[in-house]
């Protein structure tokens, strides 16, 4: 028995190339103001700047982000996917436990020294807003608590695998390691110092040999 299919007609065939094509020019969007934020700052993006990027009309621009707002929030969350890709996913492949927080950490560090040309949207975006409630700020903050819960859970394992002491202070340790790469950050990006990163590793080393069995 031949069971008749029925053929997609022109009009829904042109709505989906149409769809995919506006989804595609959406992340173009993105990336390009993306690249622009790490420069000049979550302040710096616009409608008008971006599409002077991208050569196209603020119309153009305006009819995928309905405000200048939206367009931040977009480009944080793209930052934090990207972020997730370079740092988070692949320590997952290390082993459970100190391995993995090593491997975090070395990712989290490498990533940091990437950026000092262009700069960190979390770290860029809290001074930007660490005192201006509303959208954008939420949305980096529930990013950068992602993370840092990413980092405790790590640390945690750890304690559970038997790699740091069964007293060790999780939170602690988290916050410390944070504490780092915000120091590493500055060192490198504001001071132009070398040995940034020695010392970052250093830092990390100590924060280990207090909490090791």
Known sequence: ??????????????????????????AAIVDAALALASQVGLEGLSIGAIAEVMQMS????????????ELQISVVREYHERFEQEVFYPALKAPRGLPR??????NWMRQTSAEIDSGCIYISGAVEFDDRPGPVRDA?????????SAIYRAVELSVREGHLKPEADARQIAFEIHGLILALHYEARFLRNPNGLQRARQGFDN?????CP
Do not use: C, Y
């Open 58 to 69: 603020k119309s153009g621009v305006f009819a995928h982000f309905g405000s200048r707002e």
């Open 207 to 211: 924060i280990l040999s207090r909490n």
């Open 140 to 148: 980096l903050v529930e990013t950068v608590n992602t993370w840092q």
């Open 1 to 26: 028995m031949v069971v008749a299919t029925k053929s997609r007609s022109p009009k829904v065939t042109a709505m989906t190339r149409g769809a995919h094509k506006g989804q595609q020019t959406k």
């Open 101 to 106: 927080l090593r491997m975090l950490f070395d």
